[in-house]
């Protein structure tokens, strides 16, 4: 069973928006910090924004200005609204968390979801 589960990639135009989302699965009572990553064909995959279990966010220098990174506890979900998006933020966007609780009282570790696509033209 997958823990994490990514949604809202897709096909935008240069300067265009998306949203993406990242739930829990319904095991999962509680997730620490989370965050998103990406990673474009041929590259190394790479750190976009990461938040904490109380929202302090940290964004990349290429993220900064234009993407929110943002979270409900009550849903154990992360979003990454990015705004003005350019050719180079093509890639798979990976959501990752810390550790999972689940209601069994197992923990996962530097758990990551499949990933969600995402293609900018110019």
């Known amino acids: 069973q997958v823990h994490l589960v990514e949604s809202g990639g897709g096909s935008v135009q240069f300067g265009g928006s998306l949203r993406l989302s990242c739930a829990a699965s319904?095991?999962?009572?509680?997730?620490?910090?989370m965050g998103w990553y990406r990673q474009a064909q041929g590259k190394e995959r790479e750190m976009v924004a990461t938040?904490?279990?109380?929202?302090?966010?940290d964004y990349a220098d290429s993220a900064q200005g234009r993407f929110t990174i943002s979270r409900d506890n009550d849903k154990n979900t992360i979003y990454l609204q990015m705004n003005n998006l350019k050719p180079e933020d093509t890639g798979v966007y990976y959501c990752?968390?810390?550790?999972?609780?689940?209601?069994?009282?197992?923990?996962?570790?530097?758990?990551w979801g499949l990933g969600t696509p995402v293609t900018v033209s110019s």
């Open positions: 990752r968390a810390d550790r999972l609780q689940h209601y069994s009282g197992a923990l996962d570790y530097d758990y």
């Open positions: 319904a095991s999962v009572v509680r997730v620490t910090g």
């Open positions: 938040i904490t279990l109380g929202g302090t966010a």
